[in-house]
């Protein structure tokens, strides 16, 4: 079983849920990808956090 990190409300770090999360088996013209390390764009932080607003000032 893997790991993920999953949005389930608008917020701050407290709504990121550490889940179990079972990617299913690819399908026809689909693949698989393992992940051992990603990164984070800042703007997407900051988004969050409401220090910039998102694109097209909605929420």
């Known amino acids: 079983m893997s790991k993920a990190i999953r949005i389930h409300a608008h917020g701050g770090p407290e709504v ?16 698989l ?3 051992t390390a990603i990164g984070l764009n ?3 932080v900051y988004h ?5 607003p998102p694109p097209g000032g909605s929420r």
């Open 33 to 35: 990808v393992r992940h």
């Open 48 to 52: 969050r956090s409401g220090l910039y």
């Open 42 to 44: 800042f703007i997407d």
């Open 16 to 31: 990121l849920a550490y889940e179990d999360a079972d990617p299913g088996q690819p399908g026809a013209g689909q693949i």
